[in-house]
């Protein structure tokens, strides 16, 4: 994703957008019941420069109950979340 030309500013965060049409098992989601069921542990693509905590390529934990920027760039759908509605930082392995 290094081909992307948006850079965030101050402590926002650029993620991926979540795939939310399908469950694990495969079963179909209704849109409506999407926003419930968002995923929240994504993987950072950009930071901007007042970001303290996240860097790109970290695995984070976003707060479910955030309501993230959707945006759409010519590379694709992306979701903007603040630096402090990320939960945690989830360590590789």
């Known amino acids: 994703m290094e081909s992307i030309k948006f850079n965030p500013t101050r402590d926002w965060v650029l993620l991926p957008f979540p ?19 968002r995923k929240n542990i994504l993987k950072v693509i950009k930071t901007g420069p007042d970001c303290q905590v996240v860097k790109k390529g970290d695995m984070v934990m976003v707060h479910p109950q955030s309501d993230g920027l959707v945006i759409d760039l ?20």
């Open 74 to 93: 010519p590379e694709g759908k992306f979701v903007m979340v603040n630096e402090f509605m990320i939960c945690g930082i989830i360590p590789e392995n």
């Open 19 to 37: 795939d939310v049409s399908k469950t694990e098992s495969g079963i179909l989601v209704p849109a409506s019941a999407e926003r419930n069921m």
